[in-house]
T-cell receptor, first 115, second 115 residues
Framework: GAGVSQSPSNKVTEKGKDVELRCDPI?????LYWYRQSLGQGLEFLIY????????KSGLPSDRFSAERTGGSVSTLTIQRTQQEDSAVYLC?????????????FGQGTRLTVV | AQKVTQAQTEISVVEKEDVTLDCVYE???????LFWYKQPPSGELVFLIR??????QNEISGRYSWNFQKSTSSFNFTITASQVVDSAVYFC????????????FGGGTRLMVKP
């Protein structure tokens, strides 16, 4: 596709359930990022993948959060045993490379609501 | 640690007014990159501009202009003759090679342009 695609666009889940969020980056982009945007707040970095390098997981808020990127393309963010404070918009972005001066292109996000 | 501060959480103007969105940043790196993104109601972050730390030349793109001042660590964004379609949340962001290409975002400024 032309842009970063995320699915689902909306997800409502019960507290304690696991959820998987999907991100399809722009073809050819080697870098992929996940961010979280809580209501009324800025964007919080979660995890960064660059090529075949080990991902930078420094932003993951707890061990309930994990992410993988298969084949250097599609990525899934998994949240286990969801809590109400996990409710947020989860944004995925990709960029051409790891160089800081290439802009990141963002998807429209997945709005997660934990009830 | 890197930090981006957008002191204005919300600005309201009447169409055709000029408006400036402030951004102040902190970093210990000498090479860094600054960005502005627009987030319309649809939720997708739209890239507007990227500047590197060695280029302090101001930039104009149509009704948009950016003023980069290293002396005050500021990267302000001005919209001239604002339009209703400019209504959105605007984020300033910072990254550097030492930051692992992770974008550090400000809290965002919600701009409302009234007809």
């Amino acid at each position: 596709g032309a842009g970063v695609s995320q699915s689902p666009s909306n997800k409502v889940t019960e507290k304690g359930k696991d959820v998987e969020l999907r991100c399809d980056p722009i073809s050819g982009h080697t870098a992929l990022y996940w961010y979280r945007q809580s209501l009324g707040q800025g964007l919080e970095f979660l995890i960064y993948f660059q090529g075949n390098s080990a991902p930078d997981k420094s932003g993951l808020p707890s061990d309930r959060f994990s992410a993988e990127r298969t084949g250097g393309s599609v990525s899934t963010l998994t949240i286990q045993r969801t809590q109400q404070e996990d409710s947020a918009v989860y944004l995925c972005a990709s960029s051409l490379g790891g160089s800081s001066n290439t802009e990141a292109f963002f998807g429209q996000g997945t709005r997660l609501t934990v009830v | 640690a890197q930090k981006v501060t957008q002191a204005q959480t919300e600005i309201s103007v009447v169409e055709k007014e000029d408006v400036t969105l402030d951004c102040v940043y902190e970093t210990r790196d000498t090479t860094y990159y600054l960005f502005w993104y627009k987030q319309p109601p649809s939720g997708e972050l739209v890239f507007l501009i990227r500047r590197n730390s060695f280029d302090e030349q101001n930039e104009i793109s149509g009704r948009y202009s950016w003023n980069f001042q290293k002396s005050t660590s500021s990267f302000n964004f001005t919209i001239t003759a604002s339009q209703v379609v400019d209504s959105a949340v605007y984020f300033c962001a910072l990254t550097s090679n030492n930051a692992g290409n992770m974008l550090t975002f400000g809290g965002g400024t919600r701009l409302m342009v009234k007809p």
